[in-house]
């Protein structure tokens, strides 16, 4: 799973906080392993339903407009075989 060409990461150490391309990059891996298979990410709250701050921020599952909980269910039907 590679990130789009319009992905952006915010680095702390960048003055400012400016936003620099994470187009490429891996987000995760998914492959077979011995008699399974495996998937493993670098981040985990795209698979997480989370509410932050005092503006009720929403993130991962919760966010609006993205496809995370399909690609939790992808993820699970990939695993048990159900998608090969």
Known sequence: MNLPPGATTVR?????NAAISAAGR?????FNFGKGRAVVFGEAA???AQ???PNGMKFGMN???IDNRQ???NI???LSGLLK
Do not use: D, F, K, Y
């Open 12 to 16: 702390v150490q960048v003055p400012e």
């Open 26 to 30: 891996a987000q995760g891996i998914a």
């Open 46 to 48: 795209m698979l997480s």
């Open 51 to 53: 509410v932050t701050g």
């Open 63 to 65: 966010r609006p407009g």
């Open 71 to 73: 690609l939790a269910l």
């Open 76 to 78: 699970m039907h990939w």
